[in-house]
Structure formats: structure tokens, C-alpha cells
């Protein structure tokens, strides 16, 4: 059997802050049902719920070597829905408001790095595979090489190293080496760890792991050029016979419309038309006009530039002279935030602006919606236009990252197709795909096709676990 540790900064239930989380319980839980004994561990932060806490149990302790420091380990497990989680307890590192943003992050995560490798050494598993995500996992396949491989320990374990999202890349002067993580000056060069006169945890992984993977097929493609692969690109192209793109999927006992506890009437294929209760329910309680016949667009997104802000308020006077509504929900940059709040005061019939996040209202949104709106400017995989499939919501989107991979766009004369896209990053282009969805919305048999269409699809985690389950099938036969 497989053997594999599944190495995160976040994971649900326990703790969220990103996608990340999503995908650090999901695919565990899709790979285990396909015979693979993969665990999970994390670090136990202050902001995990106190009823899990009370849940877990005490395995071991022992002392990690940061640079020139001994640090405190403990390590609790918890097996949550027949995953095994491990959590890395240490006060000093973990036991703060928020995960990310701390002063002394590159020694947090250098620790977290370190620890994940001692653990190894303490508990009774010993994966054959660990597979690391995003930067703060980064220094996970440099140490291991160094520290452990060299002298004789954890000598079989491979590595796999994913990347979520690139522009995230944890970089720190270059004292770290010597300071945190015991690693000779030689590290500090262009072709190991240096990065524009720092170091880079992010680097470390892509540059030493076996295998890297990426969230989606066109991403992995697109970060091996200058304007998605955020200075990486030339080792990306450098390693892309050891890149692949993975798409996500959503956890389909999470995002079931036929049995989503939070939405006001449950639906299916069959009953599509129980959508429109949806509509006229949450319209009341945003106190929006109840009107079941008006296209309904939304958006469930952080408020920021890489989720196309700027192309919506650039046109969003243009959108709302549509006879349309138009709600959104979510966090982010102030200005965005400014901005939304006053079209919701200039247009109140017409647009609902919720500048906060709430998951059940998320749920809400998606079960009533028709059009969901994603023009990101990138998009590694995303989740929201997977979910919005899965409710019977047509997303319209820009062709980047996971978007070209999930999205196809109507075509009115083969009838292919489960929303609407557009190519360019540009307002304009946006405005007429949106206007080409609202053409087709007053066509109701041809919109019902397509919405029945998109929620037979499968979005789940299901063929990408099996995707990883073949890479680490071929790994564990690589002679490195």
C-alpha cells in the first residue's frame, strides 16, 4: 500500500484561510477511498476550534534543531472522517492570532519544515512518499537531501511538491540558511536557493523535489513564461518534464444541492426548477425586488486585482442598465470594497454588495444564482466556477489557469459547451460575454440544456485522485 504524509500550512475542518485548505481535506479523503494510507499533518494553531482540540490525542515530543536552537515538538493526532491528522505543537511559533504575516515567519515555517522531518522519526509511519504545498513546505525536499539522505535517514522517501499559487513565494534574507535551517553558503547561489538577494522557500521545493505539481493543466503551462511565472519561470521550464497539472475538485458531500444544508430549498438534475424558490428567498433577504425571471449574476470572491475587479467596476454601470441583478460577496482591497458599496447605494434595486464572508450566504448565493462571473486576471485552478457548475450556475469567465480547464464555452451550433468565455483581459470583452449569456438566458429550453449540462459533469475529486494516484504509482519507480 502507499504510503504517503500530506504536508500543509492549512487544512479543513481545523483551519482556513485559502483553497488550500479545501484541497488539504479533500483529496486526502478521495485518495484514501482508492486504497492509498495517506496522512495529513499541520501545524496546531491557537485558532483551531477548541472541541477538535479536546479531540486529540497526545503522541509524542521531542526537540527540533532550528539553526542553532532546540525547539519544543509535540505531536497530537486526531482522525477526522478516516483521515489521520497529525499536529505539530509548539507555543512559541504557533500560538498566535492568524496563520501568516508574523515577523519572524521564515523561522516559523523553517521550524515547520524541520519538524514535519523529525516526525517522521518519531511516530510509527513511514511514508513513501511526502508531499509538500506551496512555500511553506518549500524547505521540506532541501533539508531532507541535506540533512537526512546524506547521512543515511529517510534514504527512500520521495518528494512531491505542489504549488497553489505562485505569486506566493515566502522569501527571506539570505541569514536563513545558516540561521534557520543549518545550510552552507553554497545554498546561496542561483542554481540552489538565491532569489534576487534573498532565499526562497518557494524555489527550494519547485528546485529539489522530484516531481512538482500545479493545480491545473493550463497553469503548469502558463507559469513557464514571464507573465505568470513570477520570476520562476526559467526554472519551470528548466523542470517541466517533472511538471504536471493536476485540476482540483470540490468535495461533493460539501457542495451537493440535493443536500446543502444551508440553501433554502434542496434541488437536483431533475428538479432544476427549484432553483427559482432560491432566487426569490434570498432576494427577500437581501432586499432585492422578488423577481424569478430576472437573470440573476454573482460573485463569491476575494475583492482583489487578480480576481478581474478592475474589469467589473470598469463596466459595472453598463452590466446594471441590463435588466439584470447582481450580487457579491466577499472580502478584500479597500478600494474595491468602497467602490462596491457605493453602486450598492446607487443601483439598490439592483445590486447586492456583502462586504464580509459568510459560508452559509456563500451556499445561498450559488443555489439561486444563474450566471456566476469570474474574469480573473490568473487563476491557478479555482473553485468557485466548480461549484457553480455543480448548482446549476453558468460561470463566465476569462480563458486562464483552471478556468480554460473546467469552462467550455456555448456553442450554439454543436450545443457543446457549460458557460461563456472570453480571452482578452478586458472590460470590454467581459461586458459582451455577459451580454451573449443574457441573450441566451431568454432562451429557456436552450439555457435549461446547458444548465443540465453543467451539473452532470463531474467535478469531484474522483479522476484527480486517481491522476495523483498514478504519480505517486510512478514515483515510488523512480531510481533518483
Known amino acids: 500500500m502507499l504510503k504517503i504524509l500530506y504536508v500543509a500550512s492549512e487544512a479543513v475542518p481545523f483551519i482556513k484561510t485559502g483553497g488550500l485548505a479545501d484541497v488539504a481535506f479533500a483529496l486526502p479523503k478521495a485518495l484514501r477511498k482508492l486504497g492509498v494510507d495517506i496522512r495529513v499533518i499541520i501545524p496546531k494553531y491557537k485558532d483551531i476550534p477548541e472541541k477538535y482540540k479536546r ?28 483521515i489521520p491528522f497529525y499536529f505539530i505543537d509548539n507555543e512559541y511559533y ?31 509511519f513511514m511514508p513513501d512518499i511526502i508531499h509538500c504545498n506551496d512555500w511553506h513546505t518549500g524547505m521540506i525536499p532541501v533539508l531532507l537531501n541535506e540533512h537526512y539522505k546524506k547521512y543515511g535517514k529517510l534514504t527512500g522517501i520521495k518528494t512531491i511538491f505542489t504549488i497553489h499559487n505562485l505569486k506566493y513565494q515566502g522569501i527571506f534574507g539570505p541569514e536563513i540558511l545558516g540561521d534557520l535551517l543549518s545550510l552552507g553558503m553554497e545554498y546561496y547561489n542561483p542554481q540552489a536557493l538565491e532569489f534576487y538577494g534573498g532565499v526562497s522557500f518557494m524555489k527550494g ?23 505568470f511565472g513570477e520570476r520562476l519561470d526559467g526554472l519551470l521550464r528548466w523542470r517541466k518534464n517533472d511538471l504536471y497539472g493536476i485540476v482540483n475538485g470540490i468535495d461533493y458531500d460539501i457542495y451537493n444541492p440535493s443536500k446543502d444544508k444551508y ?69 478584500g482591497k479597500p478600494e474595491y470594497e468602497w467602490k462596491l458599496k457605493e453602486f450598492a447605494y446607487k443601483y439598490p434595486n439592483k445590486f447586492s454588495a456583502n462586504i464580509f464572508f459568510n459560508e452559509e450566504l456563500a451556499h445561498k448565493i450559488y443555489a439561486a444564482s444563474d450566471i456566476f462571473l469570474m474574469p480573473s486576471l490568473f487563476e491557478p485552478c479555482g473553485l468557485g466556477q466548480l461549484i457553480a457548475l455543480r448548482y446549476g ?65 463531474d467535478y469531484s475529486w474522483n479522476n ?15 531510481k533518483m
Not at 479531540?55 to 478516516?82: A, D, P, S
Not at 422578488?290 to 487578480?306: A, G, H, Q, T
Not at 459547451?417 to 470590454?428: K, L, Q
Not at 484527480?464 to 523512480?478: C, F, N
Open 55 to 82: 479531540e486529540m490525542k497526545f503522541l509524542t515530543n521531542f526537540e527540533v534543531n532550528v539553526g542553532w536552537r532546540r525547539q519544543y515538538c509535540g505531536i497530537e493526532y486526531l482522525k477526522y472522517e478516516g
Open 94 to 124: 504557533f500560538k498566535r492570532d492568524g496563520l501568516y504575516g508574523h515577523y519572524d515567519d521564515g523561522e516559523r515555517f523553517a521550524y515547520l519544515c524541520r519538524a514535519v522531518l523529525e516526525t517522521i522519526e518519531n511516530i510509527d
Open 205 to 227: 521545493g519547485i528546485k529539489y523535489s522530484n516531481i512538482i505539481t500545479t493545480v491545473s493543466k493550463t497553469y503548469a503551462q502558463e507559469i513557464q513564461h514571464p507573465f
Open 263 to 331: 440553501i433554502f430549498e434542496k434541488y437536483d438534475y431533475d428538479s432544476i426548477e427549484k432553483k427559482e424558490i432560491n432566487k426569490l428567498k434570498l432576494q427577500e433577504s437581501l432586499n432585492l425586488p422578488k423577481r424569478k425571471d430576472v437573470p440573476l449574476i454573482s460573485m463569491v470572491s476575494r475583492l482583489v486585482n487578480m480576481k478581474g475587479l478592475d474589469l467589473v467596476l470598469h463596466v459595472l454601470d453598463e452590466i446594471l442598465s441590463e435588466d439584470v441583478q447582481m450580487i457579491i460577496l466577499g472580502t
Open 393 to 457: 450556475v453558468l460561470p463566465v469567465v476569462r480563458e486562464t489557469g483552471g478556468l480554460n480547464d473546467t469552462v467550455n464555452s456555448f456553442n450554439e451550433y454543436t450545443g457543446e459547451g457549460n458557460g461563456f468565455s472570453f480571452t482578452n483581459y478586458n472590460a470590454h470583452d467581459m461586458l459582451y460575454t455577459i451580454r451573449r449569456a443574457l441573450n441566451f438566458y431568454k432562451n429557456k429550453n436552450t439555457w435549461k440544456k446547458i444548465v443540465k449540462r453543467a451539473m452532470i459533469e
Open 464 to 478: 484527480s485522485a486517481k491522476e495523483y494516484k498514478k504519480l505517486y504509482e510512478k514515483l515510488t519507480t523512480y
